[in-house]
């Protein structure tokens, strides 16, 4: 895989920065004949992000390591060791797939499935508004009467036209919320590219959403089914202030990565089966796993067995989710596997994207019960008895058989 596409990877020429050291760190790249201009910011989060280019040749820089070392290590030296909060702008990605995993692609295609009658019944859920931040939402018929989302965030596709497979992630996880909390309502908010992917600072732009709403327009929850690794293994500094600003207002549900069965490390991605997730992996974050397989097969064992991972889901056939989807003639595949029809508007399809979505809907089923506490609604969940004892904590005996 090159090495520009993976998720594990930051945009070159981007620097994020606190804003309120915005005025040191400009100082000292001034020093460095590195120029900089603001490209955009986030209030809700104190964040700012500025593009760089080299002043002697204004080509645009293209290492940001040297220079976050250097930006570091001055402002350290004359301020008792103290430093700036500065990062990078990471990418990231949906979690359906065990990227940067390359072999046995097939495994993480979305299926065919049907699906006969309402796909929601009941009335879980009434009144809890569920947050996800995702690729655009299709409109499927099931789910437009109970995803709210601005006009360009949701978008048609002609039924003989052609689809990538990842155009049907936020529909995918959206359905999966509301089949489990069929009363509540999805607020949905796009940042996701049609291939599944995008600058952390697209997530983050749209999280800070959920903090500027009114309090009494917010979510009670958002469901985070995508993420990304880094070489460093430290979060991303603009996940962290999110979900530190975020977290005493808003749970988050995020899913825990489906690179568990990664056998090395390559040069392209520097990341092994040990890595964390981020956002999941952050304190205070709900991250949602699958158990842990004795399959020899390395695809099948994908969830990451490590102390973060915080809840145990299990899939619901076997080893896959079934949710609403595209209704698409024509949907490509991940490159070199055939295209396939998936008119039904319905799939199958694994990775740990589906277990937090799932995980998600389930809390939001409870809360009404426990007066829209997320903490209360999720030990109703992992307490049971629940009527598909679907979910559990990581660390007990059920995770690991």
């Known amino acids: 895989m090159n090495p520009e596409q993976d998720n594990t990877t930051a945009v070159l020429d981007e620097l994020v920065v606190d804003t309120h050291h915005l005025g040191a760190v400009r100082h000292v790249l001034g020093e460095l004949h590195v120029e900089d201009a603001v490209k955009d910011a986030i209030p809700e989060f104190d964040l700012t992000l500025l593009t760089l280019k080299?002043?002697?040749?204004?080509?645009?820089?293209?290492?940001?390591?040297?220079?976050?070392?250097?930006?570091?290590?001055?402002?350290?030296?004359?301020?008792?060791?103290?430093t700036p909060v500065i990062g990078k702008n990471r990418k990231m990605g949906s979690v359906f797939g065990a990227y940067p995993q390359t072999k046995s692609q097939a495994f993480w295609n979305p299926m065919a499935a049907d699906h006969d009658g309402p796909w929601l019944e009941g009335d879980a859920g009434q009144g809890v508004r569920v947050g996800m931040v995702d690729t655009k939402i299709y409109k499927h018929a099931q789910l437009t009467d109970s995803v709210l989302a601005a006009e360009d965030d949701w978008f048609t596709k002609d039924r003989l036209g052609t689809s990538y497979f990842e155009e049907g992630h936020g529909a995918f996880v959206a359905g999966l919320i509301l089949k489990k909390a069929p009363g509540a309502t999805v607020v949905a908010r796009a940042a996701l590219r049609p291939d599944g992917k995008a600058e952390a600072w697209e997530v983050v732009k749209k999280l800070a959403t959920f903090l500027a709403d009114k309090p009494e327009d917010r979510v009670h929850l958002i469901v985070m089914a995508n993420g990304c690794r880094t070489h460093d293994g430290r979060p991303p500094l603009i996940l962290e202030r999110a979900v530190e600003r975020l977290s005493p207002h808003i749970a988050i549900v995020a899913a825990a990565g489906n690179h568990g069965g990664f056998l090395g490390m390559t040069s392209s991605t520097l990341i092994t089966r040990n890595s964390a997730t981020w956002p999941a992996a952050l304190p205070g974050v709900i991250a949602a796993g699958v158990p842990v397989s004795s399959d020899p097969d390395p695809t099948t064992h994908y969830s990451p067995d490590l102390p973060w991972v915080t809840h145990i889901v299990q899939p619901e056939e076997g080893d896959t989710f079934t949710s609403t989807y595209l209704d698409s003639a024509t949907v490509t595949m991940l490159k070199g596997d055939p295209a396939k029809d998936l008119t039904t508007g319905y799939a199958t399809w694994r990775g740990t994207s589906c277990a937090a979505a799932y995980l998600g809907g389930l809390i939001a089923a409870r809360m009404p019960e426990s007066g829209m506490d997320t903490a209360q609604a999720l030990a109703r969940v992992v307490a049971g008895p629940l009527v598909d004892d679907f979910v559990w904590p990581r660390d007990t005996e059920a995770a690991h058989q």
């Open 54 to 82: 080299h002043g002697d040749t204004q080509d645009p820089v293209t290492d940001l390591d040297p220079v976050l070392t250097e930006v570091r290590a001055r402002i350290a030296g004359s301020s008792g060791g103290w």
